[in-house]
């Protein structure tokens, strides 16, 4: 897979635990750079091609792009309808038990209904997804660290969005080097294809990286 731009000098290319790292010092070029991937991103036209195999492939349907690595898109409502789904799912190839637990609580809320010394009554339960529902199933992230956080963004959005790269603008600014390299490991356990978009260079190279360098005046090397 090759991600190309007409102001870049030749595509970034993506192999097998590697990762490509793209600095940009020049601050306009850094902002257009960013700014037509995330349009593609959402659907609109930009300069950048994403290839494979000789072929164009599409980079709405293909790239997740993260510009604030604090806050990993885990919890939009896109995500949790697609949590639901797989629940529901995980529910109906389990008909004895969801028909188990749709009549306990169906009994139950009849016997609270009793209780109540007035004439209420309460919806039932009819479906695996009327249970789902009720559960508000969602990804819990209270005990991980932001980078276990990324990670299973890019699981998620590979599994449930079928996204093939994933792009992070100023990642190292916020993480450790003993964080990076953690980060480093799992993305290549996972076979993961990511590119860092940096406005400066931030720690020595790490012989996993591909760094690409363009300057203040704009030449790369």
């Known amino acids: 897979m090759m991600l190309a731009h007409p102001l870049l000098r030749s595509p970034i290319e993506f192999k097998e635990n590697r990762v490509p790292v793209l600095i940009v010092e020049n601050g306009q070029l850094f902002r257009r750079l960013i700014g037509d991937l995330l349009a593609q991103e959402n659907g609109e036209p930009g300069e950048f091609a994403l290839s494979e195999n000789a072929g164009l ?7 997740q792009m993260t510009l604030n690595p604090l806050f ?9 309808t697609k949590i639901q789904q797989m629940a529901v799912t995980a529910a109906e190839d389990q008909p004895a038990k969801t028909a188990e637990c749709l009549a306990a609580l169906n009994d ?3 016997v609270l209904t009793a209780a109540i010394p007035f004439n209420v009554t309460f919806s039932e339960m009819e ?3 009327d249970v789902v529902k009720a559960l508000a199933f969602r990804m ?15 699981r998620l959005h590979r599994e449930c969005f079928r996204k093939r790269l994933f792009v992070f603008v100023n990642l190292k600014s916020f993480f450790s080097e003993n964080e990076i390299t953690l980060f480093y490991q799992s993305v290549f356990y996972e076979k993961l294809s990511v590119l860092l ?3 400066g260079q ?9 760094v690409r360098i363009i300057d203040k005046d704009l030449c790369e090397f």
């Open 197 to 199: 978009l940096e406005s």
């Open 57 to 63: 492939t599409e980079i709405g349907k293909n790239v």
């Open 72 to 80: 990993p898109e885990l919890d939009g409502r896109r995500i949790l």
């Open 140 to 154: 819990d992230t209270e005990e991980m660290s932001v980078p276990e956080q990324l990670l299973e963004m890019m």
């Open 202 to 210: 931030k720690e020595p190279v790490r012989p996993c990286e591909e």
């Open 108 to 110: 139950y809320g009849a």
């Open 127 to 129: 479906s695996a997804d």
